[in-house]
């Protein structure tokens, strides 16, 4: 069974800080990986998708790693804006099937 | 391109009705996941269907809870007899292949009273 951990469960930065969110998986034979955001009380909107045959993708100020050998992922955020707090999930497609696991998630605050 | 539709957005139910909750896939994937999100907890798969088939369903619950993806129409959740234990927010994905991309609506909030 896929269990997916999302370290620190919340993080609070001033504004203009670099923010490093990181998630890890337990079997490596996974599918993709995303990343996505989710705002209080709204649904889930994808940030960035990395293919298992990926190292990294990289979308504006959001830049993502893999390394699947190692059952890692890290979500980098450049330069934080207060519009960057939200909750930050990471989730796992497997390579034999389609459930995406999801990490609790790692709560992020950007302060003015 | 739309994207994922769900709706009702919020949900109110007495403990012993019915809730339906729908979703309208993005134009072009045929393939539709449900999530919940409980309070306080991460999603959980519960169920992924294409046109017509159930295609794993392992994550409902073994009673009250039912889906449907027909021909024509939308993807409908549907759970019966609702207890205070099924508040929680109800989610559905679509993408064009499993595993794919997959494409979330924004929920639909179920509060049972």
Known sequence: KQEVTQIPAALSVPEGENL???????????????????????????????????????????????????????LYIAASQPGDSATYLCAVARSNDYKLSFGAGTTVTVRA | ????????????????????????????????????????????????????????????????????????GPSILRIQQVVRGDSAAYFCASSPGAPGEAFFGQGTRLTVV
């Not at chain 2, 809730?19 to 309070?39: D, E, F, I, N, T």
């Not at chain 2, 294409?50 to 039912?66: H, T």
């Open chain 2, 1 to 72: 391109n739309a994207g994922v539709m769900q709706n009702p957005r919020h949900l109110v139910r007495r403990r012993g009705q019915e809730a339906r909750l729908r979703c309208s896939p993005m134009k072009g994937h045929s393939h539709v996941y449900w999530y919940r999100q409980l309070p306080e907890e991460g999603l959980k798969f519960m169920v992924y269907l294409q046109k017509e088939n159930i295609i794993d369903e392992s994550g409902m619950p073994k009673e009250r809870f039912s889906a449907e993806f027909p021909k024509e």
């Open chain 1, 20 to 74: 490093v969110l990181n998630c890890s998986f337990t079997d490596s034979a996974i599918y993709n990986l995303q990343w996505f955001r989710q705002d209080p009380g709204k649904g889930l909107t994808s940030l960035l998708l990395i293919q298992s045959s990926q190292r990294e993708q990289t979308s504006g100020r959001l830049n993502a790693s893999l390394d699947k050998s190692s059952g890692r992922s890290t």
